[in-house]
């Protein structure tokens, strides 16, 4: 996900003259462009910007019945699973989400349902932690840098909430809009992406029961940089196809334009399914370390879950749908 340094930025996005431009404003804002290597590269957001409020006394969900799908595997520590984040709004290392995030509101906070459904809503996130049942589900997930965590999620099958709508026949796509505010949100100043971060799923993925609304981790309501109140969990495909904090969900028939594709569409195709057989333009995808371990791992097919969900893609050549 590291389309940091101005020169990798297509050409269409933006001019060069407009990105020299852009580039003094950053510098006097305090928001230089770090250069980017490979991996691991990102833009340094100054530590003295919005005040970190203390945490709030974490919500602790009752009543978390064990879901289905769930992996064997340990989970990662808390610590691990909440100080190593992407969430490029709050800057685009791995440590800023966890401080800048704080500032986030997140209450009060809607969701608009939309576009091709019978029955557009607005609903509130209190009345959409009570449309099912939740339930903790650890899943493994893959990010398209070639790391991976375990993360005991609590949430509910996303379908219960896209049916709330009642999705017209025509619709074959949802699209996932992420919160966007300048004001508390350092990373937006830069033109890493066409901001609000957008997402995409075809409907009968975002359907899978495997596919889960995120509402917690560790049995409690999500933390803020970990895409709280309300964030996608889709856990056979790359972690960026799970957008965080969601305010809008847009029921298309056309194939959505998502934020990652329009900054860079060699790289980052609309399916990323986790594939060790697809590597990256820059980078193998066959192998991946778990945060916490010093050996490699390797990837696996959907990352594990090919029993569940290699029946949506049957006839499809994964290499050319990436
Ligand atoms: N809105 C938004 N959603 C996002 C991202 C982001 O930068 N912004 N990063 C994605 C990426 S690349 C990954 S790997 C996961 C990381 O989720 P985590 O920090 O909860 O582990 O969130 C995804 N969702
Ligand atoms: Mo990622």
Same mark, same amino acid.
């Given at each position: 996900?590291? $389309?940091?340094?101005?020169?990798?930025?297509?050409?269409?996005? $933006?001019?060069?003259?407009?990105?020299?431009?852009?580039?003094?404003?950053?510098?006097?804002?305090?928001?230089?462009?770090?250069?980017?290597?490979?991996?691991?590269?990102?833009?340094?957001v100054p530590r003295s910007a919005p005040a970190a409020t203390?945490a709030?006394?974490?919500?602790?969900?009752? #009543?978390?019945?064990?879901?289905?799908?769930?992996?064997?595997?340990?989970?990662? *520590?808390?610590?691990?699973?909440t100080t190593?984040n992407?969430f490029?709004?709050f800057g685009?290392d791995k440590e800023s989400p966890a401080e800048y995030a704080q500032a986030?509101?997140?209450?009060?906070?809607?969701?608009?349902?939309?576009?091709?459904?019978?029955?557009?809503?607005?609903?509130?996130?209190?009345?959409?932690?009570?449309?099912?049942?939740?339930?903790?589900?650890?899943?493994?997930?893959?990010?398209?840098?070639?790391?991976?965590?375990?993360?005991?999620?609590? #949430?509910?099958?996303? *379908?219960?909430?896209?049916? =709330?709508?009642?999705?017209?026949?025509?619709?074959? !796509?949802?699209?996932?809009?992420?919160?966007?505010?300048?004001?508390?949100?350092p990373?937006?100043?830069?033109?890493?992406?066409?901001?609000?971060?957008?997402?995409?799923?075809?409907?009968?993925?975002?359907?899978?029961?495997?596919?889960?609304?995120?509402?917690?981790?560790?049995?409690?309501?999500?933390?803020n940089q970990?895409?709280?109140?309300?964030?996608?969990?889709?856990?056979?495909? !790359? #972690?960026?196809? *799970?957008?965080?904090?969601?305010?809008?969900?847009?029921?298309?028939?056309?194939?959505?334009?998502?934020?990652?594709?329009?900054?860079?569409?060699?790289?980052?195709?609309?399916?990323?399914?986790?594939?060790?057989?697809?590597?990256?333009?820059?980078?193998? =995808?066959?192998?991946?370390?778990? $945060?916490?371990?010093?050996?490699?791992?390797?990837?696996?097919?959907?990352?594990? !879950?090919?029993?569940?969900?290699?029946?949506?893609?049957? #006839?499809?050549?994964?290499?050319?749908?990436?």
């Open positions: 996900m590291l $389309i940091l340094r101005a020169a990798d930025i297509a050409p269409s996005e $933006i001019t060069p003259r407009e990105l020299y431009q852009r580039r003094r404003e950053f510098i006097k804002a305090g928001l230089g462009l770090a250069a980017a290597t490979a991996l691991g590269g990102g833009v340094l203390p709030a006394e974490p919500r602790r969900f009752d #009543g978390v019945r064990k879901g289905p799908f769930g992996s064997d595997e340990k989970p990662n *520590s808390f610590k691990d699973i190593y992407n490029y709004e685009s986030m509101k997140t209450r009060p906070w809607t969701v608009n349902l939309e576009g091709l459904v019978h029955k557009p809503k607005t609903l509130d996130i209190d009345d959409i932690l009570r449309l099912a049942p939740l339930e903790e589900r650890i899943y493994r997930l893959r990010c398209v840098e070639a790391w991976s965590m375990v993360i005991p999620w609590v #949430g509910f099958p996303l *379908s219960a909430l896209l049916r =709330q709508v009642d999705p017209l026949g025509t619709a074959k !796509y949802v699209e996932f809009h992420s919160h966007l505010d300048p004001r508390t949100m990373g937006v100043r830069l033109p890493v992406l066409d901001w609000p971060y957008v997402e995409g799923l075809r409907l009968d993925e975002a359907m899978h029961p495997l596919t889960l609304a995120g509402v917690g981790l560790y049995g409690q309501a999500l933390p970990n895409g709280a109140p309300l964030r996608v969990v889709v856990p056979w495909k !790359y #972690g960026f196809k *799970s957008g965080k904090s969601i305010v809008k969900i847009r029921f298309t028939d056309k194939m959505p334009q998502t934020a990652w594709m329009k900054a860079n569409p060699e790289e980052y195709g609309f399916y990323s399914n986790v594939n060790p057989n697809v590597d990256h333009r820059r980078w193998s =995808q066959a192998k991946e370390r778990r $945060i916490g371990e010093f050996r490699k791992r390797q990837t696996l097919l959907f990352n594990g !879950y090919a029993e569940q969900v290699a029946g949506l893609y049957t #006839g499809m050549d994964l290499a050319r749908n990436y």
